[in-house]
């Protein structure tokens, strides 16, 4: 009787196998099973970081037009910051920071270094980029910001995902377009918008992911219909494809995951290649 060993000289060939070779035939071993309501709920951190982006440009604009003021615009952040704190620790009971250890005041400390210092540079912030056409600047924040969509840790274990080169690419984007406003208040509230919208905002949304699901349903609707109302005052068209595209990663992809998990075909056998199991870090001693 044929055995499926190599040191036995057996009077089969090498490359014979047995009605039982595919007894041990599975499929789909390691397959994921998705739910439609899954998969949309997960989808919008992609649609709040769209929302990001597009909230900055349109603010952006407005400063350059004139229509928005620097005063007005730090006054309103300043509060949105406040109220995004607060709720912060009223999520999870401070749970949070006691764990970290961090107190009140030093996050005071670092917002006063961080705006003290980006006050002080905002004179070179202003003057960085005058060498450099305006159609360069305009070129380099959309390749910028597009990489931080790119890389921007939306909740999945991959190797492409880096926070660190996310934010920094966002806060790139914005002092090239910072350099394009009019004065120097304009560039020191725009990066400091950017910081807001781009560092603290993603927190505070996974904490309310992980906190309070239905919260963050609300909030990530509202934020979508604010980015459009926005958008909408710029370019309605560019309103109506932004609302497709929204409509396409929140409903349509999730669709055609859970349709294109019903093709799946993935086969495990005896001709896969053997996996370790015993734990050998004892013979790395």
């Known amino acids: 009787r044929w055995q499926k060993v190599l040191y036995e000289r057996q009077r089969f060939p090498d490359n014979y196998v047995d009605q039982r070779f595919l007894e041990e035939l599975r499929k789909n071993v390691h397959a994921r099973r998705y739910r439609y309501q899954a998969v949309v709920f997960q989808s919008g951190a992609v649609v709040q970081q769209l929302c990001s982006v597009c909230v900055f440009v349109v603010t952006w604009w407005y400063m350059d037009a004139g229509t928005l003021s620097p005063q007005g615009l730090f006054g309103a952040a300043l509060v949105a910051s406040l109220l995004g704190y607060v709720l912060f620790d009223a999520v999870d009971g401070g749970a949070g920071r006691r764990e970290s250890g961090r107190t009140r005041w030093a996050d005071?400390?670092?917002?006063?270094?961080?705006?003290?210092?980006?006050?002080?540079?905002?004179?070179?912030?202003?003057?960085?980029?005058?060498?450099?056409s305006t159609d360069t600047i305009y070129a380099m924040s959309a390749?910028?910001?597009?990489?931080?969509?790119?890389?921007?840790?939306?909740?999945?274990?991959?190797?492409?995902?880096?926070?660190?080169?996310s934010l920094n690419m966002a806060i790139f984007a914005s002092v090239c377009l910072a350099s394009r406003l009019p004065r120097t208040l304009h560039a020191f509230v725009m990066v400091t918008f950017a910081m807001q919208i781009f560092a603290l905002w993603p927190m505070l949304q996974k904490k309310l992911k992980a906190q309070t699901p239905r919260c963050y349903v609300g909030v990530t609707v509202l934020f979508a219909l604010a980015a459009l109302a926005g958008l909408a005052t710029v370019s309605g068209v560019g309103a109506?494809?932004?609302?497709?595209?929204?409509?396409?990663?929140?409903c349509l992809c999730p669709y055609w995951l859970i349709r294109l998990q019903l093709l799946k075909?993935?086969?495990?056998?005896?001709?896969?290649?053997?996996?370790?199991?015993?734990?050998?870090?004892?013979?790395?001693m």
């Open 265 to 284: 075909d993935n086969i495990h056998g005896p001709w896969d290649e053997a996996e370790i199991k015993e734990d050998l870090s004892r013979f790395l």
């Open 240 to 250: 109506v494809l932004f609302a497709s595209l929204l409509l396409a990663i929140s």
């Open 143 to 165: 390749l910028m910001l597009l990489g931080h969509l790119i890389f921007f840790d939306y909740g999945v274990n991959a190797a492409i995902v880096s926070s660190t080169l």
């Open 108 to 132: 005071l400390k670092s917002t006063l270094v961080f705006a003290a210092f980006t006050y002080g540079f905002s004179p070179v912030l202003k003057t960085l980029t005058e060498s450099i």
